[in-house]
């Protein structure tokens, strides 16, 4: 009798570790920088007419930073979702756009939608560097003290933005400045 | 209105398997006729109701009805109408539906097909394979309605993913998922034998042409997805180890061990609890795969939007129906007895060898597509597990199996002796050796492990012949005589073998001898790789119905002959705005020349281009499609077919099972009928009361 348990044996652990996994994104890679201060950056924004912004110019808000490129063709997946995003109105979002050609950029932008309050252009990569930017889009949640709170890698889908970052957000929105 | 009539005909459908579900298997454990009756034409009805709501799909496609959110986020008004059709499985919701309908085409078939069979029997199969059904409409009424509503409606749809806007894709999905969906039939056969406790030969025999039909759909329908991946996705690959493949591979490797022990359950009786057990696992790896796939546990190419709802449905389904069998299995099992016994050599311990070597390789795979998610789950880091891992797995698990495969069909039942087996196949192994030495030498230089790939296929192909021969060998009569009273099933297994051998020979070759150059071309330049010049002559744009396409031109030629003239494509869907590569392949027996396209490069019309050849490649494909042929032929002998005929003439004697010409055809040197083996007795008595059945 027991050696035909065997199987069901076997089969309840492996359930066990589906179950389990399914509380698991695995598109939600761990970072560093949760719980730090967001690396300083001070860069022109991509508008030619707009001035220089730093993250010092953010403090005082809970802000979104996502990574972005015009030959990223996974960015086309979720831009629809950050368009929608923005509109909620929910948190201000800000573009780091990265290592990409600012004419076609804003070419991009302006043909598909402009989800972000501003873009930042980080040339060279050097601010995604050190943001351990591991591939583009990333998605960033900082809060009113400037702490990196939440790192999404990949494009966003909404079930990620409803059941975590808009939840996270409102709750890191609620905290009052020290 | 034509969604809400698709959507009613679901909730009629699932009322339909509920009342399927219950009264047949009730009616059979109590032997009430009337509720066994049922099952016929319900299962029938539950066919033609979800044929209804498929339809309804497919008309909400071609209509271009941007209401149905399902429609308006995969198809666009300028989507090709053949592409509309297809869009129908291209996503969730739609994949289910197809499911769905594939489960109860088999289920139609089965009413259709079973005549002979015992009405309880029947009437449990179709009772079991309803509550599968069962719970894929409600996971679709629940979590992944196709039908859904999208208020106010789309002004156009999102369009097609354009790796799916593929002649390829027509026919992949709708084939593999027959492939993964027979296996329900051996479940539900395993399962109705279960609870009747009649788990014997007549058992097996009823199980084989069913099981044998859902493999060659999976076996065709893998072909399909790899040649596909080959063409379509642009890197010339034709198997990734991605975990969707992995997917269905495993209940490939699982479906392939199951025939094989089936057979043994039929002839000799033995082996039943074994083969119960693979039918279970069988089923139960095409609902894990679909559960790996839908609920995006696994990070791979093929996965769509997780959504841990969806998730939560599939692992509870799968829990009732895989644990609920091998419960049922723990407490049944240990009262089925062992069956026909046989030596530590006989035809017996070869297959099991076998058996216990492919649910290896399949346990392996899905080891190595799980271990990832196991360490993520124990906080242990995340890492991905590639080609290396199985690779260096498969090559020691086949390479046993295969030799195995070569003795199998010549040994004996019950007890066979190695000296004999030796020098029956003495001729096949000196020849499948000169093979190994010589062949990689001819083709492009003597590789260790190309000489071992050489030499298992070839051992494949020259045992199969030994096994002809001696089949041949043994009748009288003119030649033509002796090949056409050969048993199909026989053909038909020996056909599968030698596609194995083919299949191993595309591989090897492939893998040993393939070459790849990335070059940047300017028009008019060329570049010469394996013997071959491939002159790029320059770019056209051209528009495709919802796509703008560079054309490239490239003329190959070899020794200043012209043997080819390409074209590959880079298109830009429009609605996605996604850049597709599409490969531009010239198809040979021994080679295919293979370009792609890359990037644009610099001001002018410089391109990025990949040129692969791809030695014997189009064999791997052509191993796959001799298999599903064998497959075919051993479905269709007539063995399968002649039962009827002989019980109805021989109703009133119970035990009259001796067997028919083709059978003892099929097995020259089986005991059968001689040497009453422990199983036999059980046949008998199965059959007995098959008989008893049959007057209704």
Known sequence: MKRFLLPLAVFAVLSAFLAAALSHDPRRLPSALIGQPAPAFDLPQLQPDGPRLSNADLKGQVWLLNVWASWCVSCRDEHALLVEFARRGVAPLYGLNYKDEPDAAREWISRSGNPYVASIVDGNGQVGIDYGVYGVPETFVIDKHGVVRYRHAGPLTAAALDTRIVPLVRRLQSEQVR | MIPEIGHFALIVALALALVNGVLPIVGAARGWTHWMRVAWPVARAQFVVVAIAFGCLAASFLGNDFSVLYVASHSNSMLPPVYRVTAVWGGHEGSLLLWTLLLTLWMAAVSVLSRQLPRAMVARVLG???????????????????????LPPAVDGRDLNPLLQDPGMVSHPPILYMGYVGFAVAFAFAIAALLSGELNAAWARWSRPWTTAAWIFLTLGIMLGSGWAYYELGWGGWWFWDPVENASFMPWLAGTALIHSLAVTEKRGAFRSWTVLLAICTFSLSLLGTFLVRSGVITSVHSFAADPARGIFILAFLS?????????????????????????????????????????????????????????????????????????????????????????????????????????????????????????????????????????????????????????????????????????????????????????????????????????????????????????????????????AARATVEVSRDGRTVAVLHPE?????????????AAIDRGVFRDLYVAMGEQVGAGNAWTMRVHIKPFVNWIWAGCLLMALGGALAACDRRYRLVPRKRRAAVPAPVSVSAPASVSLTVPRSPRGAAPAPGTATREAGTGSEAGEAGR
């Open chain 2, 128 to 150: 079991v394979m309803s509550w599968i059904a069962a719970g894929f409409l409600l996971f679709m009424l629940f979590t992944s309605n196709p039908f859904a509503r999208l």
């Open chain 2, 320 to 548: 009732i129906v895989a644990g609920g069998a091998l419960l049922l299995f723990a407490w049944r099992a240990p009262k089925i007895g062992l069956g026909g016994g046989f030596d530590p050599v006989s035809r017996e311990s070869l297959l099991l060898s076998n058996n216990v070597l492919l649910m290896v390789a399949a346990a392996s795979v899905l080891l190595g597509t799980l271990y990832p998610l196991f360490l993520d789950v124990l906080g242990l880091g995340k890492i991905s597990i590639g080609p290396p891992y199985f690779d260096s797995i498969f090559v020691p698990l086949m390479t046993p199996a295969v030799f195995l495969m070569g003795i199998g069909p010549i040994a004996r039942w019950k007890s066979a002796r190695l000296p004999e087996l030796a020098v029956r196949l003495r001729w096949a192994g000196a020849a499948s050796v000169v093979a190994a030495l010589a062949l990689p030498w001819v083709v492009g230089g003597w590789k260790p492990l190309v000489g071992l790939g050489i030499l298992l296929a070839a051992w494949c192909v020259s045992a199969s012949a030994v096994a002809l021969w001696e089949r041949i060998a043994q009748q009288q009569g003119p030649l033509a005589a002796r090949f056409s009273r050969l048993p199909s099933a026989f053909c038909g297994m020996l056909l599968a073998h030698v596609g194995i051998g083919v299949f191993i020979v595309g591989v090897t070759f492939v893998k040993g001898y393939e070459t790849e150059r990335d070059v940047r071309l300017e028009p008019g330049e060329s570049l010469t790789e394996g013997g071959y010049a491939f002159r790029f002559t320059g770019t056209r744009e051209i528009d495709g119905p919802n796509y703008r």
């Open chain 2, 570 to 582: 880079k298109r830009l869907f429009i609605v996605q705005q996604t850049p597709m590569t599409e």
